[in-house]
C-alpha cells in the first residue's frame, strides 16, 4: 500500500461478499478511516473480513460538511477509505464532492478496481457494449421519465439505468411509450445472488414478463435498452434494380447508379451499394 496518506476509493460486493478482493481488504485494514454511506450496513461487510478499522458516516445529507474533515485527517497523515453500500463509491452513490475536495486540497485519490452493477450487468446482456450511456436512476415521475427517454430516443449508444423494484412496471411503461415497444431490452435482477435473473426481449414482452410475475418485480435491477438503430435504407424495389443492371451493363457502376438513382427517385449511394453486392 501506498505510504503517503491518501483517499483511497474502494468498491464492494453487489450481493456476493466472495467478490471482495483481496486488495479492498488489504486497504480497508490499512487505513486510519473508512467513510461509509451507512456504518451500520457496511459494519455487516467490515465484520465479516475482520476489519476493525474506525468508521465514520459520509452520506449525502452530510458529504460537504465531512469533506474538508476528511482532508484534515488526510493533512495529518491517515489514510481514509470510502466505500457505500455496495458497488463502486460515486456511481449512483455518494463520494463526488468528497473526491473534488481531496483533489482540490492536494491530495492523493487512489481508486480501487471492483464491483458495480451496471458493468457486470453490461458485460452479460447480450447488447452492444462497444459504447454504451449509464444513466443512473429514471426520474420518479412519469412525466420527467418520459421527457428523460424522448430526450435519450436517438442515442445510438446501449442505455443503463437503475432501478428500484416498486418503480420497475412505470419505468418499463414509460419506455415502451418513450422508445418503443419494439425496442430490444435486457433487465438484469439479483446480479451475483441467489436470483440472479436476466430477461430480454422487446421492452413491450418484457414488460408483459415483468408484469405477469410478481417475483420480477423484487430486489435490485438494472435495465439495459439497445441504441437507436437507423432504419434500414429504403428497400429498393426491383424495377430500380432492373434498371441499375442495364446501365451497369453499359457504364461504370457509379454513372448507372447515380442515373437510375435520378430515374427512380432514391439515393446514389443506395443503389450503388446495391450495384456492389450484386457484382455489377
Ligand atoms: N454504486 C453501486 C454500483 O456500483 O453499482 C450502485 C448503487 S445504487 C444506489 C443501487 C442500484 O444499483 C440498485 O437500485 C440497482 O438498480 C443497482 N444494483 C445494485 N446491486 C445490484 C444487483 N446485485 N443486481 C442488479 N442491480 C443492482
Known amino acids: ?89 460515486l456511481i449512483s452513490d455518494p463520494g463526488y464532492h468528497l473526491v473534488k475536495h481531496v483533489r482540490d486540497a492536494g491530495h492523493k485519490v487512489i481508486p480501487l478496481p471492483g464491483p458495480c452493477a451496471a458493468i457486470t450487468a453490461l458485460s452479460a446482456s447480450g447488447l452492444p457494449s462497444d459504447r454504451f450511456s449509464f444513466e443512473g436512476f429514471l426520474p420518479a415521475k412519469e412525466k420527467g421519465r418520459i421527457d428523460k427517454l424522448t430526450a435519450l430516443k436517438e442515442d445510438p449508444r446501449t442505455l443503463i439505468f437503475y432501478e428500484s423494484p416498486h418503480r420497475i412496471v412505470h419505468s418499463l411503461t414509460s419506455i415502451v ?45 438494472v435495465i439495459m435498452c439497445h441504441g437507436f438503430a437507423q432504419a434500414d435504407d429504403e428497400a429498393i424495389p426491383k424495377v430500380a434494380i432492373d434498371t441499375l443492371t442495364l446501365l451497369a451493363g453499359e457504364l461504370p457502376l ?27
Open 1 to 89: 500500500m501506498d505510504q503517503a496518506a491518501a483517499l483511497y476509493i474502494v468498491p464492494t460486493p453487489i450481493g456476493n461478499f466472495a467478490d471482495m478482493s483481496s486488495r479492498a481488504i488489504e486497504v480497508l485494514n490499512q487505513v486510519s478511516l473508512i467513510a461509509c454511506e451507512d456504518t451500520r450496513h457496511s459494519g455487516r461487510l467490515l465484520s465479516h473480513y475482520g476489519i476493525e478499522t474506525r468508521k465514520t458516516a459520509l452520506h449525502d445529507h452530510n458529504e460537504r460538511d465531512r469533506a474538508q474533515w476528511i482532508v484534515e485527517q488526510l493533512q495529518s497523515g491517515q489514510s481514509v477509505a470510502l466505500i457505500s453500500d455496495a458497488g463502486t463509491p
Open 177 to 221: 411509450a418513450a422508445l418503443g415497444a419494439d425496442r430490444q431490452i435486457v433487465m438484469a435482477r439479483e446480479v451475483t445472488k441467489t436470483f440472479e435473473t436476466f430477461l430480454s426481449g422487446t421492452a413491450e414482452d418484457v414488460l408483459a414478463m415483468v408484469t405477469a410475475d410478481e417475483n420480477q418485480q423484487k430486489g435490485e435491477i
Open 254 to 280: 457509379k454513372k448507372a447508379a447515380a442515373i437510375a438513382a435520378q430515374i427512380h427517385g432514391f439515393k446514389k449511394n443506395a443503389l450503388y451499394k446495391i450495384g456492389l453486392e450484386l457484382g455489377l
